[in-house]
């Protein structure tokens, strides 16, 4: 069972890792750091933002609409952290 738990946390690195590589990248977009008419740049952020929509999808129904805020990707960190950081070592405890 340690080892189930050992797979959950390492997803749970991963997803945390892709969402912070999609944050940092809308930001450089939005910075006109990074160009989308390059193909490199419009392939990895569009492979990301189909990857991330259904994460966001639902997290973006349950919140109120804040204009141009979006605010699904530091929920969706606040969950990843909890799961990685409070329930899966919680679990460990509570099955060892």
């Known amino acids: 069972m340690g080892t189930i738990l050992s797979i959950i946390a390492l997803l749970l690195d991963v997803a ?38 259904p994460v966001y999808g639902p997290i973006r129904r349950m919140m109120p609409n804040t204009g141009a805020l979006d605010l699904a990707p530091l929920v969706a960190f606040i969950l990843i952290i909890i799961c990685r950081d409070i329930i899966v070592p919680d679990l460990a405890r509570a099955l060892l």
Not at 32 to 43: I, W
């Open 16 to 53: 945390f890792m892709i969402l912070l590589v999609h944050v940092i990248m809308s930001w450089l977009i939005n910075f006109n750091v990074l160009n989308l008419g390059q193909p490199l740049v419009a392939s990895i952020w569009d492979g990301l933002n189909r990857l991330l929509e």
